[in-house]
């Protein structure tokens, strides 16, 4: 009895310390709430996004004078509701978050478990291959890329996949190559275990908490990155609201109408500020080292 | 007599560095028996640990068996196919490791990783090979068997760690098991009980055991011969009391003058002067020239020294005895 009670209440604690690091929390809140209103949007959204009002151009928002609780957050240019566009416009936010992220993160994992496993030559061609691919600008890149692809969904996906891999690739070859000096894969070796199970249950269970600390922090890097290139008009069609192309919009009427702009920007940077604690809480959460030294 | 278990000939490692050639094993031949415990003793970077690893043909990157014949039951394992070698590995001849902590998986409960390998090796069920890992945890002499399973090896102590990595070691019934330095990284008397362990269970499973460390004392009371190494060479081997009564070379005599004694009043601890440094592009006269303390006029001169036997079953590498 009292055994199961104890193992309650480690669970507990478990569960206690990741919710009693504020960023976690924070971060945690953010993410869970963005994937709310992506799957729900079409629920939840007062209108449609795309519903033009022309009687009712750049309509304030509802505490403002002239404002209208029909547009809770005001109207735009073409008086289309800004609240429900905001709503929309996290959907292709996390489509591109969580496909991207994905992606990203197989392909960089998979040729940084076989650099830092394999090393000598495997290691030199994967890692050459992404110091070059490195050197190019991020950005400049991702809009050139996006300008061979054409725009659309998939295609900024793609772009952020074909950017940010090396990201994954870099961090985790590090991490491979400690994990592979150490003792207990030699053991394996040593137990008869194949290279292909030694890097899948080996080496790969002991990445996991980086792993998940870097899709964190990747996925705010794709929010932004889908931000600057639907601002600069090379992500989706313009028929699908996206967060970027709103600010873009809303930097023409800055002067009469700042919300069309102000609140799609407080929505990215919240949402980036909120993945990258999320990221830098579970760092401090799951670090083995701190673990070891029984901090709770 | 029967033929012995292992029988290493003449075996040479060396590693390829930029400023040249590293004879991390340079020549070593050695014997083991069936049930035997044999001791590896010499100081860090002497190769001891390297002797190990070639015997599972696992040396690290980097390093090459040059030559020699490692005979085990009659075959040689420097001469079969790498498939022929990995099953061989864990099943006949398992390791134990120094450190307790880094040889198992943090990210796995230490149930996962016994059952692993008994499932890899002799292909039970599930269920099977969790009741052979309680009853080998039981036989380890750890509480709560059951229990244990279900704990990462961080939830463990040291000693406890150590007990499951000899379960799984032992857990194939191997052959032969090479121990490199397994209790270095315990207290002195964890340490004492592992090797009351080990020694037990080298008796059950009439097991071998090449025991690699670098402390005598445990030496004295664990194993039934000892080979004394310096810079990759065997200097001196004896059945473990011969050598402790009569020790020959001048480097087991150092060493052993080396171990501090609190019967003794001293005003300072003994250490043999000089480093070993490594062994690269070395001449072929005996290493432990430039350090010894008993050197002869020909020590200098003599490029190979032979290897002979002074006593039954003891054999020393010192011109001294020629």
Redesign the interface.
């Known amino acids: 009895m009292i055994e199961v009670y104890r193992e309650e209440r480690e669970r507990f604690q478990k569960v206690k310390r990741f919710l009693s690091n504020g960023k976690v929390l924070f971060g945690g809140v953010v993410l869970l709430l963005l994937i709310f209103t992506a799957i729900t949007a079409p629920y939840i959204a007062p209108h449609d996004p795309n519903e033009q009002d022309i009687t009712a151009t750049k309509t304030p928002p509802f505490w403002m004078e002239g404002g209208d609780t029909n547009h809770v957050l005001g109207t735009d240019s073409l008086g289309r509701d800004v609240f429900s566009r905001i709503l929309y416009g996290s959907r292709v936010a996390m489509f591109v978050a969580v496909v991207g992220t994905f992606f990203a993160g197989l392909i960089g994992v998979i040729l940084a478990l076989l650099a830092g496993y394999y090393?000598?030559a495997v290691d030199n061609i994967i890692s050459r291959f992404v110091d070059i691919w490195i050197s190019f600008p991020p950005i400049l890149l991702s809009i050139v890329l996006m300008a061979v692809l054409g725009t659309g969904l998939t295609n900024v996906a793609l772009a952020i996949i074909l950017v940010d891999w090396t990201r994954f690739c870099r961090v985790i070859r590090g991490e491979v190559f400690n994990i592979r000096e150490?003792?207990?894969i030699?053991?394996?070796?040593?137990?008869?275990?194949?290279n292909f199970r030694i890097i899948v249950?080996?080496v790969f269970?002991?990445i996991?908490p980086l792993l998940l600390v870097l899709v964190t922090l990747e996925m705010g890097i794709a929010i932004i990155v889908e931000a600057i290139l639907s601002f600069v008009g090379l992500s989706v069609e313009a028929s699908i609201p996206a967060w970027g192309q709103m600010i873009a919009l809303g930097r023409l009427y800055i002067h009469q109408a700042w919300w069309i702009m102000v609140f799609p920007m407080m929505c990215i940077i919240m949402s980036v500020l909120g993945l990258n604690l999320l990221g830098d809480g579970l760092r401090e959460v799951l670090d083995?080292r701190l673990?070891?030294m029984g901090m709770k | 007599m029967s033929e012995p278990l292992l029988c290493i000939r003449d075996l040479k490692v060396s590693f390829r560095l930029a400023r040249g050639i590293l004879n991390a094993v340079g020549g070593v031949s050695l014997d083991i028996e069936k049930g035997q415990i044999l001791g590896l003793v010499g100081e860090s970077g002497g190769g001891k640990s390297m002797v190990g690893l070639s015997v599972?043909r696992?040396v690290p990157?980097g390093g090459e068996i040059v030559s020699g014949r490692i005979v085990f039951e009659g075959t040689n394992l420097l001469e079969i196919s790498e498939d022929e070698m990995?099953?061989?590995?864990?099943?006949d001849i398992?390791?134990i490791?120094?450190?307790p902590l880094?040889?198992?998986?943090?990210?796995?409960r230490i149930g996962s990783q016994i059952v692993?390998?008994l499932r890899?090796?002799k292909g039970y069920e599930k269920k099977e090979a969790e009741l052979i890992a309680i009853e080998l945890l039981h036989n380890m002499g750890i509480p709560d068997p059951k229990k244990s399973l279900q704990k990462f090896p961080?939830q463990l102590s040291g000693g406890m760690r150590q007990r499951v990595?000899i379960a799984?070691a032992f857990s194939c019934n191997p052959k032969l098991i090479i121990a490199d330095e397994p209790t270095t990284a315990l207290d002195v008397t964890i340490q004492a009980q592992i090797l009351r362990l080990l020694n037990k269970l080298s008796d059950e499973y009439r097991t071998s055991v090449l025991f690699i460390t670098h402390d005598l004392g445990i030496v004295a009371n664990l194993c039934d011969r000892v080979a004394v190494i310096y810079a990759g060479e065997i200097v001196e081997t004896a059945p473990t009391r011969e050598l402790f009564k009569n020790p020959m070379h001048p480097y087991t005599k150092a060493l052993f003058r080396s171990i501090p004694r609190h019967d003794r009043r001293q005003e300072q601890f003994y250490s043999i002067e000089g480093m070993m440094g490594t062994p690269i592009d070395w001449p072929d006269r005996c290493k432990f020239y430039p350090r010894c303390s008993e050197k002869i006029g020909a020590c200098g001169h003599t490029d190979f020294v032979e290897v002979r036997a002074c006593a039954p079953g003891h054999h020393v590498r010192c011109l001294k005895y020629e």
């Open positions: 090393r000598g150490r003792d207990f030699l053991a394996a070796k040593a137990e008869a275990l194949g249950k080996e269970p002991n996991i083995p673990k070891v | 599972l696992l990157e990995r099953s061989i590995r864990g099943s398992s390791m490791l120094q450190d880094s040889s198992l998986n943090p990210a796995f692993d390998v890899l090796h961080h990595v799984i």
